[in-house]
């Protein structure tokens, strides 16, 4: 364009940069915070002038962030699987097969995409001390589950709606069962949407808040956003061990973010636009 | 299958064969439609069973705990209208909503329109603006926490420097409400400016063209070809950002917990409070049904409103 032709390119560089480096500003002086001990009073605009990593070691000794870490991952994990099976699977149908009621499942599908948790506390927490479900892994990745099928059977079945017909229709001649063309056909196709699904649900998840702050009470349970939470809660005193405790805690999501940007990106895209 | 019968005579063997499969699936026993009774299953026990389970409680005065509780009737409904707590908290839960809304449209617009060509630094502006959008809604709180503390917060050495008295940024309960919708603006806006990235590229560079031709002015090309050729992904945005900001809970759980006092409430969070520290657990029932209510009106308005104004076009 003309008027990108006129413009002086370093004058959009800087500007970039520095929008960025403002969005950074929370993490900076989070990172300032975690690495300065207790006595160091100095502003936290300013970088220690030597490393400390006591509040880390503190932290991971206190906070107990590695249990934490392990809680998450396992959740993480095994909701992610659940979640890529039960809705390619549910995505199937219907993708594939009109009629009224499938229309009707369709639009509650979407419906609960937007219940907000809150409004169920009260009831969710109440069946789940019923059968036994607080603090347990079963518990807490049955409901977060269910609240992140809903975004991966859409894109299942908006992704599934792209694959022609015709293929399904060559199986069934070649004597396939509809099963069959699932598993055969559709599933080996569904490796780029799978990415996506991993990506949007497994940062869902991983940084979950709201469920588990009511369904994970006990200390033993805790995943890494609650570990954080209830350290930041306890250590009024220690920022610098909580800061450090956070820093842990967001580590691995970011470090991953950095290696699979593009991944990370265009799956946020897809689930965006192609609704 | 019965309704292939009559063609049976007239075709082919094979022909017949191809037909009723073909009619097998596409027709009307959808036997694979038994696949997404697991993701129904998930649905009923967590979601519909919950949602009854949460009407029934939301008439009953019982305090979440004990085993003894009455029916109350609709009074909790009735608590609901007069509790001026609950009206602050619906008034925040729009200023959050629509507050972010607005903002995180235009930050992300202008992130967008800024990043949409190549130059040095673009990538690395791009990730440390969607950088935040994967870090935990709450952490992030916990890390903006350090700019707006009293003692020795960041924020508070930044205007010390220019002379002015610090402050205790998150007292005031407007300001903290201000400052949770900026918080939450510049942890999303990530999301927006992606999106509307992805929008700008399938703008095709001939309508500027011709514009520029025409003599159309940077601002009238922005007015009448980037805007409507943006709608769908400003409507996606929008939407998304919405419904977000209503269901907004993890940031003010970080900041402010709703403080001062009940000043920055959302219904979320106060439904939180209601339920672990006044022990009511009926009350709040109550109130998650009418938070459910004003999202899903809300989303239905805002759908019903965007896509009216597509036929206006």
Known sequence: ?275 | MNYDHDRRAVLPEYQHEHRSLIAKLRGRPHITNIMYLPALCFFLVFVVYPFAEGIRISFTNWNGFSQSYRYVGGDNFIRLISDGNLMQALRNTLIYGFGSTIFQQIFGLAYALLLNSHFRGRTLARTLIYLPVLIAPVIMGYMWYFMFQYSHGALNDLTAAFGMVPKDWLATGDRAVVIIVLVNTLQFCGISMVIYLAGLQTIPVTYYEAAQIDGASTRSQFLNITIPMLRPSIITSMTLNLIGGLKLFDAIKALTNGGPGYASHSVSTLIDYTYFRNQSAGYSAAMGILLFLLIMAVSLIFQWVSSRKEIDL
């Not at chain 1, 300032?32 to 605009?45: E, G, H, Y």
């Not at chain 1, 994990?77 to 499938?102: D, K, T």
């Not at chain 1, 702050?213 to 930041?232: N, P």
Request: include cysteine; hydrophobic fraction near 55%; glycine fraction near 4%.
């Open chain 1, 1 to 275: 364009m003309m008027i990108q032709r006129r413009s002086y390119p370093w004058i959009k560089s800087v500007v970039a940069v520095l929008i960025g480096v403002i969005h950074f500003i929370p993490l900076y002086i989070t990172i300032t915070v975690a690495l300065k001990p207790k006595t160091d009073m100095s502003s936290r605009w300013f970088l220690p002038t030597s490393v400390d990593i006591g509040n880390f070691l503190y932290a991971i000794e206190k906070a107990k962030i590695f249990n934490a870490m392990k809680n998450s991952v396992v959740i993480t994990l095994f909701s992610v699987v659940i979640i890529i099976a039960v809705g390619a699977m549910a995505a199937y149908p219907i993708a594939r097969n009109r009629s009224r009621i499938n229309t009707l499942v369709q639009f509650f599908i979407l419906a609960v995409m937007m219940v907000p948790p809150l409004s169920m506390l009260v009831p969710l927490v109440t069946i789940m001390a019923r059968i036994g479900g607080i603090s347990t892994y079963w518990g807490i990745i049955s409901v977060l589950v269910t609240f992140q099928l809903p975004i991966s059977i859409f894109l299942y079945s908006n992704f599934i709606r792209t694959i022609p017909r015709e293929l399904d229709e060559a199986a069934l001649i070649d004597a396939c069962s509809p099963f069959a063309i699932f598993y055969r056909i559709i599933l080996p196709l569904l490796k780029p949407v799978t990415a996506t699904v991993i990506i949007l649900t497994g940062v869902n998840i991983w940084n979950d808040f709201q469920f588990s702050l009511f369904l994970l009470q006990a200390q033993q349970s805790r995943v890494v956003t609650l570990a954080v939470s209830t350290f930041f809660a306890q250590s009024s005193s220690n920022f610098g061990a909580a800061a450090a405790a956070a820093l842990i805690a967001v580590l691995p999501i970011s470090l991953m973010f950095l290696f699979l940007q593009r991944y990370f990106i265009q799956g946020m895209v897809d689930s965006a636009v192609k609704g």
